[in-house]
């Protein structure tokens, strides 16, 4: 930070980064996309692991929402891709005309493919490394994510479609929460500063237990290597497909599309104005 820099940015300058780090993210290479993708899936597993470290040794629930966010925090402050805050970032610069349509569903597909690599990958490190290779069943650790697992996906299937429409729900109250983490990483311009503005909606949307779908993808195949009476299917249909919904419609139109519209967005009188001849514009003035 320069001297004399002030370390706060006004809610308009944090729109503004957002919408040229999002013109960034849609021009990235389907490699990128999916090492940066894998990354942050497994530095997010990292978290909820460590969530489920602190749970198994009787400490509250609270205190998991209070270190989940360094997961967060890592991931972006590395650059790296996560699906549920592009889902936010890449609509708000679709309707700003900095990308296309095929751009922003290009890049949501292949991070939602990487995130979902990478968790799963570190759910069957972890896996293997709390049971020693299935030698035990994990003991405290096990027990927590074969509990977790069951109430994501059989609390919700018991109440068919009721249940259905929960998990979506809660994906939208995730996500609210997530999508102002991710905006609020623009709001500093210390290290420091983005971690702690990050840190305040992340441990928010933790402690109320609402449904983040690339945490999904590590606690629950978690949960099923080490034993949980569930199947892929019942996943996909009872939890992954209706978090991931919610959390699609909090990112894109309660944070990314309200914050362009309001810090953003250009009357029509003024676009016409940019887009006229400068002499023109000069002599209206004059």
């Given at each position: 930070m320069r001297k004399g820099q002030m370390d706060y940015v006004s809610p308009a300058e944090v729109v503004s980064d957002a919408l040229r780090a999002a013109e960034k993210k849609a021009g990235l290479s389907v490699r990128d996309l999916l090492i940066r993708g894998s990354l942050a899936g497994v530095l997010l597993g990292y978290a909820t692991s460590l969530v489920f470290v602190a749970l198994s040794q009787g400490l509250p629930p609270i205190v998991g929402a209070l270190i989940?966010?360094?997961?967060?925090?890592?991931?972006?402050?590395?650059?790296?891709?996560?699906?549920?805050?592009?889902?936010?970032?890449?609509?708000?610069?679709?309707?700003?005309?900095?990308?296309?349509?095929?751009?922003?569903?290009?890049?949501?597909?292949?991070?939602?493919?990487?995130?979902?690599?990478?968790?799963?990958?570190?759910?069957?490190?972890?896996?293997?490394?709390?049971?020693?290779?299935?030698?035990?069943?994990?003991?405290?650790?096990?027990?927590?994510?074969?509990?977790?697992?069951?109430?994501?996906?059989?609390?919700?299937?018991?109440?068919g479609a009721g249940g259905w429409g929960t998990a979506f729900i809660k994906g939208i109250l995730c996500n609210w929460m997530v999508t102002v983490g991710t905006m609020l990483a623009f709001a500093s311009r210390s290290t420091a500063g983005k971690i702690l503005a990050m840190w305040l909606?992340?441990?928010?949307?933790?402690?109320?237990?609402?449904?983040?779908?690339?945490?999904?993808?590590?606690?629950?195949?978690?949960?099923?290597?080490?034993?949980?009476?569930?199947?892929?299917?019942?996943?996909?249909?009872?939890?992954?497909?209706?978090?991931?919904?919610?959390?699609?419609?909090?990112?894109?139109?309660?944070?990314?599309?309200?914050?362009?519209?309001?810090?953003?967005?250009?009357?029509?009188?003024?676009?016409r104005e940019s887009e006229a001849p400068a002499d023109a514009v000069l002599a209206k003035a004059g």
């Open positions: 989940f966010p360094v997961g967060f925090a890592m991931l972006v402050l590395l650059g790296l891709e996560l699906a549920t805050g592009n889902f936010a970032l890449l609509p708000a610069a679709r309707l700003d005309g900095r990308i296309s349509s095929g751009a922003m569903l290009r890049n949501w597909a292949w991070v939602y493919v990487g995130n979902l690599l990478g968790s799963a990958f570190y759910a069957l490190l972890f896996y293997i490394a709390i049971t020693n290779f299935g030698a035990n069943n994990g003991g405290a650790l096990g027990d927590q994510l074969r509990q977790i697992a069951q109430k994501k996906i059989l609390a919700y299937a018991a109440l909606p992340i441990t928010t949307f933790f402690a109320h237990g609402y449904e983040h779908s690339i945490v999904n993808m590590f606690a629950i195949p978690a949960g099923m290597f080490l034993g949980a009476p569930v199947s892929t299917a019942q996943w996909w249909l009872w939890n992954q497909v209706p978090v991931t919904l919610g959390n699609i419609v909090a990112g894109a139109l309660f944070t990314g599309i309200a914050l362009w519209l309001t810090y953003a967005r250009r009357p029509a009188q003024a676009v």
